[in-house]
């Protein structure tokens, strides 16, 4: 079965700089999807990133970028030019694939990330 | 980008008393709706799949008799706790699947049982 890790409940960061929440994960799959989800106190799940295992490259958006480490299962969120906003609950997520829409989408526990102004 | 809406947000109900929470995806037909369940400072716990004009599968472990779904329609699914108690009393998710297999999430409802 599908497991997704995170090993750090939660973390601080000073405004402005830059922070790393950590992911592991297992599955037998060659291909998957991966995902960084927050959620803010509004408890609205959005979605910040996603990565698919197929890809070599690591996907970025914006001021948020990942570390994919296949090989080593492990799937690393950075986060450049902390804001406030940025202040949530990150979760990671396992998908084994997109089209098969029966799919579950496996979270880990989550960290709480906080912004020190 | 696709909207799902979750109604109502909050509910407060008399425990024994039924209370239904809507999923509804507004802009595009969703044939696949996921439930979550999420207690305080914790992870979301899949419920159930609901799936378009068939039974939902339930996780194991939870209470087919308790948690209804219902998924008549290609943009609503329902989630109906039956004679909730307080231990029913939590914060309930829905996902919706879009065409391209993305997953968009609704805003929650509370649950609050007295």
């Known amino acids: 079965a599908q497991t997704v890790t995170q090993s750090q409940p939660e973390m601080s960061v000073q405004e402005a700089e830059t922070v790393t929440l950590s992911c592991t994960y297992d599955?037998?799959?060659?291909?998957?999807?991966l995902f960084w989800y927050k959620q803010p106190p509004s408890r609205q799940m959005i979605l910040v990133i996603r990565?698919?295992?197929?890809?070599?490259q690591n996907a970025t958006e914006n001021r948020f970028s990942v570390n994919f480490q296949k090989a080593a299962k492990s799937f690393s969120l950075k986060i450049s030019d902390s804001q406030l906003g940025d202040a949530a609950m990150y979760f990671c997520?396992?998908?084994?694939?997109?089209?098969?829409?029966?799919?579950?989408?496996?979270f880990g526990k989550g960290t709480r990330l906080h912004i020190l102004p | 980008g696709a909207v799902v809406s979750q109604h109502p947000s909050r509910v407060i109900c008399k425990s024994g008393t039924s209370v239904k929470i809507e999923c509804r995806s507004l802009?595009?037909?969703?044939?696949?709706m996921f439930w979550y369940r999420q207690f305080p400072k914790q992870s979301l716990m899949l419920m159930a799949t609901?799936?378009?004009?068939?039974?939902?599968?339930?996780e194991q472990g939870v209470e087919k008799d308790k948690f209804l779904i219902n998924h008549a329609s290609l943009t609503l699914s329902t989630l109906t706790v039956t004679s909730a108690h307080p231990e029913d009393s939590s914060f309930y998710i829905c996902?919706?699947?879009?065409?391209?297999?993305?997953?968009?999430f609704g805003e929650g409802s509370r649950l609050t049982v007295l």
């Open positions: 996902s919706a699947v879009g065409a391209a297999g993305e997953l968009f």
């Open positions: 599955t037998s799959e060659s291909d998957y999807y």
């Open positions: 990565q698919e295992a197929y890809k070599q």
């Open positions: 997520a396992y998908r084994r694939s997109l089209v098969g829409r029966d799919d579950k989408i496996i």
């Open positions: 802009d595009f037909q969703a044939t696949t």
């Open positions: 609901s799936n378009e004009g068939s039974k939902a599968t339930y």
